[in-house]
């Protein structure tokens, strides 16, 4: 049972470290879940061409890496998957290229949301401050900001 709550460097790589910035809006959740998908959809159709297979291949990859909240999965949703995708587009039929470009475009047009956006970038910028200790600052410099030599706001009558 503990094997399922210890954390090893490895397991920190497979857990998204920041938390969302919201509840995730529709369009980044119809992107993870399309890019998931796609070896169900490109395998339904045809996974005999060696195009299709790294379309379905990349999918499920490129989701994982843009759940991560990063720059790279989002531009790799953006531009990557639709090269590989319009590519096995082009390998195939016209039925089936039809369908495999359709898929590409909806997923790259959520892709390029401003939703899809913020879901991948994370909101916090790091500060050029740095946090003192209350202990640490002169008492007089937190007398003038409003707080103790502990770092509690003082009570004031107004």
Known sequence: MSIFFHTSGTAELLVRQLPPPA?????????MLGLVKAPVLIGAIDATKPAHIVVALAG???????????????WLARLAFPMLGLGSALTST???????????????????TKEARL?????VT?????PVFAELAPPDILAEAGYDTHGRQLETDT
Do not use: E
Request: hydrophobic share 55%.
């Open 126 to 130: 790091q500060a050029r401050l740095k």
């Open 94 to 112: 016209a039925p089936q290229g039809s369908t495999i470009a359709t898929y590409v475009v909806v997923l790259t047009a959520l892709a390029w």
């Open 119 to 123: 879901a991948a970038v994370p909101l």
């Open 60 to 74: 499920p990859g490129i989701a994982w890496r843009y759940s991560q909240a990063g720059p790279v999965g989002l």
């Open 23 to 31: 509840p995730l809006p529709t369009a980044p959740l119809l992107l």
